[in-house]
């Protein structure tokens, strides 16, 4: 397929196609069980035979290459940025986040290119920190959230007091599902809240295989697991006294979350919660433009990239921008434009990508993830379009930065490629770089939501570039947007700093909170506004 126009495809196709489609991510405090859960609805969706979860981390890696292999066979496709599997009717992406805390700046740009989020707590440490976080984050962006209690096979906390939690904690209301039987750590199975049926679950050997499930009456459940069935009972006729009963429309205006309990590791659970993403999960709408007009589905094709990954084949330093695709067909071999430059975009390499994997797309429909190779003229935020009038989706927020350090380049003969270099890194968004006229071009500052992003910019700066860079900590740890730059004057005399985003948005820094209320005590005409919700 190499047509070169816009998609022919017929409206209807296309409005089939993306209807079938559930995009989301998985979102966790680190540990509660992100990969394993992703695991888990891979198997579930049988694009896996066995689960590697068992086996812990370095067994995992042996499950992916099954992946790899199965790829291969079936032309199932799976990349770094996201998977994509058949469920039932639907075609169901998961959208790969990172891990580590420090990262959360990359996954708040995956949360701009999905339609909901399954929000994983760990049974026994219910909200966490970076918990509360993407809560917030979702919650900005009126993304809908299922939440997962995930290892109710470990003693843990008590279904009620979860429960509670989501309400006091962050104002959102809990919708279980399914309540369990037998409380943490005696995990016996789950009663329906829809049909008051018992879901009983059974071990398989190590939990490797999709756990074994019988359906029971509710006299039956009684009859055979008594006190426990009671109780929970008794506590789902709790919950639905205050409130607790699924509403979908709750669920759509990210007002309420639907709950799930289950054990990732032995499989239990994880069949509900495919179950539910098929039913009952957004699929995508039509998406808001710069001037908040909803763009078709039908529409001519359209994208926006939410993330860009260099140097992913080692033998040669390419590009690779992943796109998700908001509107029409996007078919291999169109020329696109890129409405930020208003320049042509041939995507004659459009791939799905793992790893050192790669697999050629053809055909991607609303709601689909595209990477585009050798893409080095993209960046994040950028949208891609075919046809005419051209479309701008609105660019990525990014969270308030915490850590900020001036580089300066270590070796001053390799100043051209130290220049290259934190363009590049921008264009990544693996940090935000901040200039002002007072430090000049040549030590531009770091802005980074954790630490860690700056060892990857100094670790790519030194081996893809070859230009070491020194870096200086900064003692700042608020910052806040300046929207009058005349005022700029009067916070750089308080012994805080403003610098300026290549996206024009001046960042007053300060110390600490206490700092920043000094200034607004001392200047209240000085208006000083939040980054981003979520980001604070
Ligand atoms: P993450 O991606 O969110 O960081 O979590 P990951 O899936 O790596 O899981 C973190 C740990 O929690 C792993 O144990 C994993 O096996 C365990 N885990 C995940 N889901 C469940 C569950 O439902 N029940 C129980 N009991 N444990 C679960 P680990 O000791 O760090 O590694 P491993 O050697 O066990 O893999």
Redesign the pocket.
Known sequence: MTAAGPSTAPPAEVLREAGRRRTFA?I????????????ALALHARVISQAG????????RGVVSDWMELEKARGISITSAALQFAYRDAVVNLLDTP?HADFSEDTYRVLAAVDSAVM?L??AKGLEPQTLKLFDVCRHRGIPVITFV?????PGRDALELCDELVERIGLQPMPLTWPVGEAGDFRGVLDRRDGHFTRYSRTAGGATAAGEDRLPPARAEAEEGARWTRAVEESELMSASGGDFDRERFLAASATPVLF?????N?GVRHLLDLLVELAPRPEPRRDVEARPRALDAPFSAFVFKVQTGMDPSHRDQVAFARVCSGVFERGMVVTNATTGRPFATKYAQQVFGQHRSTVDTAYPGDVIGLVNATALRVGDTLHTGRPAVRFPGLPSFAPAHFAVARPADLSRAKQFRRGIDQLESEGVVQVLRSLRRGEGSPVFAAVGPMQFEVAAYRLDTEFKSPVRLERLPYTVARRLPDPDHRAVVDSRGSEVLTRADGTHLALFTDSTALAVLRRLHPEVTLEPLVAGGE
Do not use: I, Q
């Open positions: 998985v966790s405090h680190p540990d509660a069980g992100k990969s394993t859960v992703t695991e979860a068992v086996h812990g981390k370095a067994g995992r891990g994983l760990d049974a995930n290892k109710w096979d470990r289950g054990s990732a590791v032995l239990f």
